[in-house]
T-cell receptor, first 112, second 111 residues
Framework: SQTIHQWPATLVQPVGSPLSLECTVE??????LYWYRQAAGRGLQLLFY??????ISSEVPQNLSASRPQDRQFILSSKKLLLSDSGFYLC???????????FGEGSRLTVL | QQPVQSPQAVILREGEDAVINCSSS?????VHWYRQKHGEAPVFLMI?????EQKGHDKISASFNEKKQQSSLYLTASQLSYSGTYFC????????????FGTGTSLTVIP
C-alpha cells in the first residue's frame, strides 16, 4: 500500500533563515507530487506540483522553491523565510486508481 | 483557479442535514471532497468524475453538475463525528492533475 511521509512535523524558524521540508512516498512509482500551504483558518493553496524527476511547476513564485531529486522524493525550500511563510505545509501525491489525493501528516511552520 | 465554497461555516444539531456547495469558473474534469479535523491532514471522502454523477459514503453523498461547474456535498442525519472543515478540490479540463481547493466550510455538530 502507498504511504507518504513528511518531516519535520513542527518547526519554529526566525525570519531570514533557510527552510527545508522533505516528503517521501512509498508503494507507488512516478507519482504526481504536490506541495500545499494552509494559513491559519484558511484553505489549501497549491504551491508546486511535479509530474516527474526534475519537473516542477510553480503556482506561487514567491521565495519558496521545490525540487524532486528522486522519483518519490519532494523537497520544499526557502533561502530566506518571511513572516508570511508561516502555515501548515502539506505534501501529497495523486493515486490515479481511486482518483484520490493522499496527504502527508503535515509540517507546521512558525516564522518569528 | 480556486473554487468557491458556501457557506463558510455552519452549526448543526445532531440529526440535522446540511448542504455544502462548490462552484468553479473553469470547466471541470473532476471534483473531490475532503474533510479535515483540526491540526490534521485532509481525509478523502469521494471523487466525482462525470457530469450528473452522484456518490454516497454512509450518510454523506455528493453530486456534480458538469454544465454548471458545480458540486454539492450532502450530509444527512449529521453525527458529532462529522464536525470538521470540508474542502472541495477541483481538477479542470485544461489543467489536468492540478488540484485547486476551495476556502473550506467549517461544520460543527452539537449534541
Amino acid at each position: 500500500s502507498q504511504t507518504i511521509h513528511q518531516w519535520p512535523a513542527t518547526l519554529v524558524q526566525p525570519v531570514g533563515s533557510p527552510l527545508s521540508l522533505e516528503c517521501t512516498v512509498e508503494g507507488t512509482s512516478n507519482p504526481n507530487l504536490y506541495w500545499y500551504r494552509q494559513a491559519a483558518g484558511r484553505g489549501l493553496q497549491l504551491l508546486f506540483y511535479s509530474v516527474g524527476i526534475g519537473q516542477i511547476s510553480s503556482e506561487v513564485p514567491q521565495n519558496l522553491s521545490a525540487s524532486r531529486p528522486q522519483d518519490r522524493q519532494f523537497i520544499l525550500s526557502s533561502k530566506k523565510l518571511l513572516l508570511s511563510d508561516s502555515g501548515f505545509y502539506l505534501c501529497s501525491f495523486f493515486d490515479r486508481g481511486p482518483g484520490e489525493l493522499f496527504f502527508g501528516e503535515g509540517s507546521r511552520l512558525t516564522v518569528l | 483557479q480556486q473554487p468557491v465554497q458556501s457557506p463558510q461555516a455552519v452549526i448543526l444539531r445532531e440529526g440535522e442535514d446540511a448542504v455544502i456547495n462548490c462552484s468553479s469558473s473553469k470547466a471541470l474534469y473532476s471534483v473531490h471532497w475532503y474533510r479535515q479535523k483540526h491540526g490534521e491532514a485532509p481525509v478523502f471522502l469521494m471523487i466525482l468524475l462525470k457530469g450528473g454523477e452522484q456518490k454516497g459514503h454512509d450518510k454523506i453523498s455528493a453530486s456534480f453538475n458538469e454544465k454548471k461547474q458545480q458540486s454539492s456535498l450532502y450530509l444527512t442525519a449529521s453525527q458529532l463525528s462529522y464536525s470538521g472543515t470540508y474542502f472541495c478540490g477541483t481538477e479542470s479540463l485544461n489543467t489536468g492533475n492540478q488540484f485547486y481547493f476551495g476556502t473550506g466550510t467549517s461544520l460543527t455538530v452539537i449534541p
